[in-house]
């Protein structure tokens, strides 16, 4: 082992794990020189198909084709419900948790099974059919996993919008993905306040003329405006609708679903996702990563509007047969103790959560933590951004009280399923190390002319093969899949990220090499930023990076010149805010404003990001080479006015 920290892997968790070390290194070393024969095996063991595939496995990723159980045929709902009823109807698919403490409900695989085919019947009543776009706008209520799983059922294609995205950013991907339909709520309730869904979608829909129907599901009974012909009540329209629905039967390679992401250019982008490939990566790794083992409560914190909600909140665990919780509201509400009291209310065995949300509970007080009893708890988990060290030794020591292993798991919305992290019977641990590849990923580090670095060393994690879960294009633009993902390194998939490997072979994300920033573990594309401020009409030219943030990880830097005469502001500064909160939601909010005079650029007119990031980071002793730009005095001013002294 190497310098670093080390957590072995605790007897009480090593005995019983489905997994051990030598098992691991045995089915690995399997997964990377016979996938046909891996594969094959693991699809018939995790998946029930109405009929066998062709061909196991075949890619060129230097081309942009990938295959898995292609002609094989089954269905997402199916394999998440009906073939569950049998041995389990009458056990706990999901425990929902609202915002408020007084609120829950159980829902048995039974109960889901019905809720599903009957809303499956009513979005084919209104002339939904497989093959169509389904938007879902709603907030983290059952009726999110029901109307995922409807679509499964009928074969449309979903495409989930994050209840906190605003009617521009809902607009654009109702408009990309050409969806017919939409599915939200009255209102969605977060902290004890109310978000304005319904409100929401009507003014989204004003760009949207495709749009035939609104299923509207009654959450709060707050006000609303009601469109008579488009607009549905959910509940009525699922009264109507009888609880037969036979599950369509799907290719293996027809799509699941579509989750708009941001990149480093231009608008999000649709990624699209497959049936069985996407299927068989999440079930096992949400068996495998997380130790689950049956009649476990498994929590997984995210919001469905995110590749985390749709992975392992719903289809992982509910093809595991698992017993998922899903929590409407905030760690914070009513106070910073609502995690824990949750975990202790419903036995909460395996708890899955972002490094953000630990920080923030972490500057809180232990308190909060130690006056609960977390005796259920067996693993923890951590998605979305590098943890800090300091962060996992208290989620460890403090959480955990330091017998529960923290899977730190790195993945990203293309991945569909998780690609690097410890299993937590056969892993040590090392504080900050996603640690190693799960079955069948061969990650890479590359240096930028595409150098394969062997051992120990620092370059961009790239992926030299395919996996089942991997993304299968870009919805409408299959172009763009193979510039973004593909081009850089032919015949690997480049995964935006960089990393480090030591000498255990761990892999420690050091996190984007490009221009994509990580807000509480949310992405944001710095060039969507930049497009919602240069919208004002006094502004001339803007550039965003990203700053270390205490609690977000990274926060959101814009520097923002104005047109000729015009003065910098307080008010302009909260335009400026209003306009980012307005175009894409309040995640894209900027943390701070600098009005820069001018930007420090190259002679060839492109602006030095390097040095703005810098200068965010309050990192002026290692500027780098200057004498590059058209103007280097540009950078003393930067230097000077800088917004975070
Ligand atoms: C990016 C993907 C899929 C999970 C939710 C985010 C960063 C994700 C880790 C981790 C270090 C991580 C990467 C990645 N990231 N997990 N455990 N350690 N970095 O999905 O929005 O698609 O973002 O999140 O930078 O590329 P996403």
Redesign the pocket.
């Given at each position: 082992m190497s310098e670093d920290k080390v957590y072995p892997v605790p007897e009480s968790i090593k005995q019983g794990a489905h997994i051990s070390f030598e098992q691991y290194q045995q089915m690995y070393e399997r997964s990377l020189k016979d996938p046909e024969g891996f594969w094959s095996e693991q699809a018939d063991k995790f998946l029930d198909w109405f009929s066998k595939w062709g061909t196991t496995c075949e890619w060129d990723l230097s081309k942009g084709d990938i295959r898995f159980f292609a002609g094989g045929k089954l269905n997402v709902a199916y394999n998440c419900l009906d073939r569950h009823l049998e041995s389990r109807g009458d056990q706990t698919a999901i425990i929902w948790e609202g915002d408020e403490p007084d609120q829950d409900e159980s829902i048995t695989y039974r109960d889901l099974h019905e809720r599903v085919c009957r809303f499956a019947n009513a979005m084919k009543a209104r002339g939904v059919k497989k093959g169509d776009r389904v938007c879902i706008y709603l907030p983290m209520i059952p009726e999110a996993a029901v109307a995922m799983l409807a679509c499964a059922r009928i074969g449309a294609v979903h495409s989930i919008v994050f209840g906190g995205f605003s009617p521009e950013a809902l607009r654009d991907r109702i408009i990309d993905a050409d969806a017919e339909v939409v599915i939200t709520s009255d209102e969605g309730v977060r902290g004890g306040r109310a978000i304005p869904l319904k409100g929401n979608t009507d003014k989204a829909l004003e760009g949207c003329p495709n749009v035939k129907t609104v299923f509207v599901v009654q959450r709060t009974g707050g006000n609303i405006n009601w469109n008579d012909g488009r607009d549905v009540w959910y509940h009525d329209a699922c009264a109507e609708a009888s609880t037969d629905c036979p599950p369509e039967h799907m290719d293996a390679e027809d799509p699941l679903f579509i989750l708009y992401?941001s990149g480093s250019t231009g608008k999000p982008k649709g990624v699209q996702h497959s049936t069985g490939g996407y299927l068989l990566g999440t079930a096992m790794t949400h068996k495998y990563v997380f130790d689950y083992q049956e009649g476990e409560v498994y929590w997984c914190t995210a919001d469905v509007g995110?590749?985390?909600g749709h992975s392992y909140i719903v289809y992982g665990p509910l093809a595991n047969g698992a017993k998922t919780l899903m929590f409407e509201g905030v760690p914070t509400y009513p106070d910073a103790g609502r995690f824990w009291q949750v975990v202790d209310k419903h036995n909460v065995a395996i708890f899955y959560t972002a490094p953000t949300a630990v920080r923030a509970l972490m500057g809180q007080g232990d308190e909060h933590v130690t006056n609960t009893s977390r005796k259920s708890l067996r693993i923890l988990g951590?998605?979305?951004?590098?943890?800090n060290p300091e962060a996992w030794e208290w989620y460890y020591r403090v959480v955990g009280e330091e017998r529960c292993p923290i899977v730190?798991?790195?993945?990203?919305?293309?991945?569909g399923s998780i690609l690097i992290a410890p299993l937590p019977g056969a892993m040590d641990l090392k504080p900050g190390s996603?640690t190693l590849p799960f079955f069948g990923v061969e990650p890479q580090l590359v240096d930028d002319k595409g150098n394969v670095i062997e051992g120990e060393g620092k370059g961009n994690l790239v992926i030299n093969r395919a996996w089942p879960s991997m993304m299968r294009t870009i919805y409408g633009d299959h172009e763009r899949f193979f510039n973004t993902y593909l081009a850089a390194y032919p015949g690997k998939y480049f995964?935006?990220?960089g990393a480090r490997r030591d000498a255990d072979g761990y892999y420690w994300?050091t996190?984007?090499v490009d221009d994509?920033i990580?807000v509480s573990?949310?992405?944001m594309g710095t060039a969507e930023v930049e497009s919602a401020l240069v919208l004002h009409d006094k502004v001339s030219e803007a550039a965003v990076v990203g700053y270390p943030h205490d609690v977000k990880g990274q926060g959101i830097y814009a520097y923002v010149t104005l047109m000729a005469g015009e003065e910098p502001s307080e008010d302009l500064k909260k335009e400026l805010v209003k306009l980012c909160i307005d175009e894409i939601g309040p995640i894209a909010k900027p943390d701070l404003i600098q009005f820069a005079p001018s930007l420090p650029k190259t002679r060839s007119g492109k602006i030095m990001r390097r040095i703005l990031r810098k200068v965010a980071s309050n990192e002026l002793d290692s500027l780098g080479d200057t004498s590059t730009l058209a103007d280097p005095s540009v950078v003393d001013t930067l230097i000077e006015d800088r917004a975070n002294k």
């Open positions: 992401t995110w590749v985390t951590s998605v979305g951004e590098p943890i730190d798991t790195w993945w990203q919305t293309e991945t996603a995964t935006g990220d994300i996190g984007r994509v990580n573990g949310h992405r």
